[in-house]
């Protein structure tokens, strides 16, 4: 029998979009959708790249990249594009529609804020100044969180006599699905297609937890279908995913489905993302909010960023209410919109709330970890659920948020566990967090402990030298070992590598700066001393060798304790590595807020306070930073 014809593809169509599996209409001589897309249309002769190997994946890859950038452009455009109506749309909303959102009918709108705050297990921060929008009264005491919050301080282990958690799965069944219609739309900064790996639904399934009770995302007006570039806030969703995401972790390349889903359908999680990315495209972008008076105006009561505290301290108000069943899905979701919550808040440089969002989230943490959910982990090692990925996703979050945190203030950690045992027994991988792999991570936090022994150790009159000594070699020969092996690493060689580059690089600075807060844990901040003259030399070399100067941005931990402890005679080249990196003051993130920490420092010991350091400068300018 004849086979059939196949009437789906053309045997004379270009090359592109044979390459791409595409119908083309041999439209000459740009086809229409090569056309459409801006991608070279050819026809004729074979190229030379179709050979069916690498120089064929290559090419690929690099249409896919210019298809994504394409279409990113477009909806830049269309954000561009708005009315004056849609932008201010975005920045408020009546009081009548704050109250539909933040709170179910039969819950009052008034809520007693207690002034003890989570904050009890942690050196508290400097006095905030009056009038300053306050987060540590947002987050209540009481109830059944922090009873769980007491118990996990005792330790993980303390949570062995928890009931089983349940099974439910973040994603809900219809919408997990591998086809559609969105196809070349998601593409990775390497130019590598996400669409396999992104896990997003192709259309909005009918959700009973979907605020708007429709197809359409909460808020969003059933007359938006008319606006080809979509509403006001599915654009800043759709910027949240492309471009924003990837601000806050460039080094992620795992699935993102999950989150997506609890976007959708979660209040608190939609408007902190929302306030997150309408920051960011103000911000980066259109410029019409200046740095000065934009956090507060963004923050305002009518503003998604309020609407998002609102509706976490309506969910925390609640938490007495989860059940067995559904507390490992609550504890994720909250988790998730503090997490976008605080990140608004290293965006905005802010230096009052993040603090009070750690405290936060340190209460919620323990449904992560209880037995239940770690076999759940275990089980899945194999095949990672949904679910799976989004616990390593917070834990690993909030795990190098915690041990930066207590290396930028010398404080106790807002999470009293095993960061090590939790780390390996949950398979999570902190490169694709923070960029740099989990041994230089975990001995920063071993340097926090020590600091914080010694501390203990002189106020009660203990003090063992020798003990302290050796206690610290041991971690620095473990710190030695991994430059030895980055050292013997060869360098990457194709565009291909850029990403295992950068974390090698962000790896060695890592290390590098610890070896420097080890030696001011040991000996006092003394630039003076060969060993900190040493690694801070070394730190300075490898932040030159940058392939690119912008992942300082990635690097503000380990630039300003490198900065801080330098000699004068280095001050230049960290004001050139600084400017090489393009910061200025509508750039996003603290890296701004650490140099001009470093430049206080070294006026302060120019001034005769030669043991200045980061974190006395800080508590002289009367506020924490968080150095993320």
């Not at 004849?2 to 209409?25: V, Y």
């Not at 959910?373 to 659920?385: D, G, Q, W």
């Not at 690993?396 to 207590?406: E, K, R, T, Y």
Request: glycine letters at 6%; proline letters at 4%.
């Amino acid at each position: 029998m004849a086979a059939m014809p196949n009437s789906g593809r053309s045997l004379h169509g270009c090359w592109t979009c044979r390459l791409r599996k595409k119908k083309c209409d041999e439209k000459q001589p740009s086809c229409s959708i090569c056309n459409s897309l801006g991608l070279d249309c050819t026809y004729g002769s074979r190229p030379e790249w179709m050979d069916g190997g690498v120089r064929e994946k290559e090419e690929s890859l690099r249409v896919k990249r210019m298809i994504g950038e394409t279409k990113q452009k477009r909806r830049r455009h269309c954000l561009h594009c708005m009315s004056k109506h849609q932008r201010s749309k975005l920045a408020k909303s009546s009081i009548e529609e704050i109250s539909s959102y933040c709170f179910p009918p039969n819950m009052s709108h008034e809520v007693t804020l207690p002034q003890n705050a989570l904050t009890d297990h942690h050196v508290s921060a400097p006095e905030i100044g009056p009038g300053a929008f306050n987060a540590f009264e947002i987050y209540p005491s009481g109830g059944s969180l922090c009873s769980g919050r007491s118990l996990f301080f005792q330790g993980a282990s303390a949570f062995v006599g928890l009931e089983d958690i349940g099974s439910h799965s973040l994603l809900p069944a219809s919408s997990m699905t591998t086809e559609g219609s969105w196809q070349d739309t998601y593409v990775g900064p390497g130019g590598e297609a996400l669409d396999h790996v992104f896990g997003l639904p192709t259309s909005l399934p009918s959700n009973s937890e979907n605020l708007s009770g429709s197809y359409l995302f909460p808020g969003q007006s059933s007359s938006a279908g008319t606006n080809l570039c979509g509403s006001s806030e599915e654009l800043l969703i759709m910027y949240y995913l492309d471009e924003v995401f990837h601000v806050q972790y460039p080094f992620y390349r795992k699935a993102r489905g999950w989150l997506f889903s609890v976007i959708k359908r979660v209040r608190s999680t939609y408007h902190a993302t929302l306030a997150l990315s309408e920051y960011y495209q103000f911000s980066t972008i259109s410029h019409n909010i200046s740095t000065t008076s934009e956090p507060g105006t963004l923050r305002a009561e009518y503003g998604h960023y309020r609407m998002a505290l609102r509706e976490i301290l309506s969910s925390i108000a609640q938490s007495h209410e989860w059940d067995n069943s559904t507390r490992l899905i609550r504890s994720i979701e909250s988790l998730t919109s503090i997490l976008q919550l605080l990140f608004w808040e290293l965006f905005s440089s802010d230096i009052n709330n993040w603090q009070a969002h750690l405290s936060a989230a340190a209460a919620l943490i323990p449904a992560l970890l209880s037995p239940d959910a770690l076999a759940r982990k275990l089980m899945s090692r194999t095949l990672p659920s949904e679910d799976d990925i989004a616990m390593n996703f917070l834990l690993g979050s909030f795990i190098s948020l915690d041990i930066i945190s207590c290396a930028s203030t010398r404080t106790n950690h807002f999470l009293e566990m095993d960061h090590k045992v939790i780390i390996e027994q949950s398979g999570i991988n902190l490169e694709d967090i923070i960029g740099c792999t989990n041994g230089s991570i975990l001995l920063i936090w071993e340097i926090s402990l020590l600091d914080r022994w010694k501390r203990e150790a002189e106020k009660a009159h203990k003090l063992s030298n020798m003990e302290l000594v050796n206690r610290s070699r041991k971690i620095e020969e473990r710190l030695q070992e991994i430059l030895a092996h980055i050292a013997n690493t060869p360098a990457a060689t194709t565009a291909r590598m850029t990403s295992i580059t950068a974390q090698i690089q962000i790896t060695k600075i890592f290390a590098l700066s610890a070896i420097t807060y080890l030696c001011v844990v040991v000996s006092g901040a003394n630039p003076e001393l060969p060993e900190i003259i040493e690694s801070v030399s070394r730190a300075i070399a490898a932040f030159k060798e940058l392939a690119d100067p912008k992942w300082l941005r990635n690097l503000v931990w380990p630039f300003c304790i490198s900065g801080c402890l330098a000699q004068e005679i280095h001050e230049s080249t960290f004001r050139d590595i600084f400017s090489a990196a393009e910061i200025t003051n509508s750039t996003v993130g603290t890296c701004l807020e650490a140099f001009n920490i470093i430049q206080e420092c070294w006026k302060t010991r120019k001034a005769g306070f030669n043991s200045c350091d980061w974190v006395s400068t800080m508590e002289r300018r009367g506020h924490y930073v968080l150095l993320y």
